[in-house]
């Protein structure tokens, strides 16, 4: 039987991030050309115009229309094939090494609402802030950002225009991390073969939800997007390795930000954990946000199938976003009880709890109510929108990724 070769992934930390005529990275010092990302995202035929800027922690800025956040990362051992068919050539992602910059993140906005594509609902705010009191409230807030604010061409339909928005993005981030190649981490995480281990260590998967419902609400994979796709079996590497990219836009604080995919916590810990207290028996990728109950139905199952075929004993299912994905993930929990896998489900608590609950799910962890408010606050300096909610309070629906439902962010709720 052929082994797949170990995905490493190399950290280097940047102390400080500045402007300059090159892009260059020596000594935790990040130096970045902002007018060749402007003119590399410029060059995405739907993209009318960019402007970038660099925030830091701290800062009074508020930057809003969040689209998605990327780590930088490249595949140092092969740079075209980073995040493969999504931006790279494809190829299997999850092997060779892989360079991160940590403490930095290339942060796509557009005023969607002001598009020429923009639908009758709308899209709710997304924000990160730099400072005050939301600024915990993001993983973001804690980063020193580059910041890109992209207008698309007004000729351009959505599905165009979002896929000029996650390349650029994507090459940003790319363009950023192959300053590293060549140069020595700080570390070097090392993630191999799963599930083999030894001993009498009970088996569990991943069923990560994820939604795609058409342009501007999708997920891709390798880029590719998910809607209409049957629960599949992916390598947990190819998750961490830019497989899985983001591309949906609403609802900011339950989506899943393709960082979140790139550095997934959930993914790392049971990684961590396997050979010593479980064996890490895979990840399997399911919609959410499914439109008829027959469709919710089959998911659940074939999902429960899957992971019944890996022979997982437990499993911990994600969310994606809130309300209707609550169902799904419900009807997973007892599609995979009734095969006799124990099973775990994060969920956000929205509307003053959960829109869907089954007797089977008697192992929840919520990751926050999305309807807190949080504080007024009145930044220095708004990024990507004429308007923000300056000076009154927000909801924490409104941060990119403040309740993420892949076990990425510290915040969850409890009685009061």
Not at 346 to 375: M, Q, Y
Request: aromatic fraction near 6%.
């Amino acid at each position: 039987m052929s082994v797949i070769p170990p995905l490493e992934v190399a950290t280097f930390e940047v102390a400080e991030v500045s402007s300059g005529p090159s892009t260059s990275f020596e000594d935790g010092r990040l130096v970045v050309d902002l007018d060749a990302l402007c003119e590399g995202a410029a060059a995405e035929p739907a993209i009318s115009r960019v402007a970038a800027d660099i925030v830091r922690p701290g800062e009074s800025v508020r930057i809003a229309n969040v689209l998605d956040a990327v780590e930088p990362s490249v595949r140092a051992d092969d740079p075209a094939t980073t995040f493969p068919g999504a931006l790279g050539r494809l190829a299997p992602a999850g092997r060779g090494r892989s360079n991160r910059l940590s403490g930095v993140a290339v942060i796509p906005v557009c005023d969607l609402n002001h598009t020429a594509f923009a639908d009758e609902e709308g899209f709710e705010d997304a924000f990160v802030d730099m400072d005050g009191p939301g600024a915990d409230r993001s993983a973001w807030g804690a980063t020193t950002n580059v910041v890109l604010t992209i207008t698309p061409r007004e000729d351009v339909d959505a599905a165009d225009a979002d896929r000029a928005f996650r390349r650029a993005a994507l090459r940003a981030a790319r363009d950023l991390a192959s300053t590293t190649i060549g140069m020595e981490p700080v570390g070097v995480e090392e993630f191999g073969a799963h599930g083999s281990s030894e001993g009498d260590l009970p088996r569990v998967a991943a069923i990560l939800q994820v939604g795609s419902e058409g342009p501007l609400l999708d997920t891709f994979y390798y880029g590719h997007p998910m809607l209409g796709m049957s629960p599949t079996l992916a390598d947990p590497r190819e998750v961490l390795a830019g497989a899985l990219t983001n591309g949906a836009y609403d609802w900011a604080s339950s989506r899943n930000p393709t960082a979140f995919y790139q550095r997934n916590t959930l993914i790392r810990e049971l990684f961590a954990a396997d050979g010593d207290r479980i064996r890490f028996v895979g990840v399997i990728l399911a919609l959410g946000y499914l439109n008829t109950a027959s469709e919710k139905q089959r998911s659940a199952m074939l999902a429960a199938q899957l992971a019944s075929q890996l022979g997982a004993e437990g499993v911990v299912c994600t969310t994606f976003e809130t309300g209707n994905s609550h169902t799904d993930t419900m009807l997973t929990v007892r599609a995979c009880e009734s095969l006799g896998i124990r099973t775990c489900a994060l969920v956000t608590e929205t509307n003053g709890g959960l829109t869907d609950h089954v007797p089977e799910a008697d192992c929840l962890v919520s990751t926050g109510n999305e309807d807190e408010l949080v504080a007024a606050w009145t930044p220095e300096r708004v990024i990507g929108a004429a308007e923000a909610r300056v000076g009154e309070p927000v909801p924490l629906w409104a941060y990119l990724g403040a309740t993420s439902q892949m076990g990425d962010m510290p915040w969850t709720a409890v009685p009061a």
